[in-house]
Every structure is written in C-alpha cells, then in structure tokens.
C-alpha cells in the first residue's frame, strides 16, 4: 500500500511562488510515474505536470515556463515548484503516484488572490 502526504499549499499574491511536496511511503517509488493534478468546483480533474521514472516530464500547456516537477528517488518525494503564478490556478493540487494502479494524496488548496 503506498500512502502520498502533501505539504506546502497556502495563499499567494498574483506573481509569487509556491513549492509543492509530496513524499510516499512504500517501495515502489522509483519505478513509477508521478504527477501532479488540480481540481476546481465544478470541472475535472487536470494533469498540471508528470514525471515517468526515467525523469521525463511533461507538462499543461497552461503551466509550461511556470512549473517544473522534480522528483528525488532517495527520499521518495516529488516536489511542483510553481513561479508567477495567476488566479486561475487556484485549485485543490493533488499528487498522484502510477504504477500497476494508481494511487492519491488528499490534496492541498491553493490560492492565488491579492
């Protein structure tokens, strides 16, 4: 069973940071694909940014330039480091772990608001 704990939500200013982490538990970390997604009232949840095991990432087109994911197999944790970010990313982040099935974090709000 793996179990994803998220931290480092919080308010932002238009045009401020975030970084967000994620660290799992269990053992198959460093052969699995992460992501991170985010989720509005009302819409579906989106893939913000993905990294396979190999380190390939990929990313929202809303995101590219702002974001980047980094992931670190010693410590099993992925981080989404977020720059000028706008309000329309506000949105419940959620980290998500795949391998054979997949698996989700309890989310960690985000706002961007002045």
């Known amino acids: 069973q793996v179990q994803l704990v998220e931290s480092g939500g919080g308010l932002v200013q238009p045009g401020g940071s975030l970084r967000l982490s994620c660290a799992a538990s269990?053992?198959?970390?460093?052969?699995?694909?992460l992501g991170w997604y985010r989720q509005v009232p009302g819409k579906q949840r989106e893939l913000v940014a993905g990294?396979?095991?190999?380190?390939?990432?990929n990313y929202a087109d809303s995101v590219k330039g702002r974001f980047t994911i980094s992931r670190d197999n010693t410590k099993n944790t992925v981080t989404l480091q977020m720059n000028d970010l706008k309000p329309e990313d506000t949105a419940v982040y959620y980290c998500?772990?795949?391998?054979?099935?997949?698996?989700w974090g309890q989310g960690t709000q985000v706002t961007v608001s002045s």
């Open positions: 998500n772990l795949r391998q054979q099935i997949q698996f």
């Open positions: 269990g053992d198959i970390f460093s052969i699995s694909t």
């Open positions: 990294i396979t095991s190999s380190g390939t990432t």
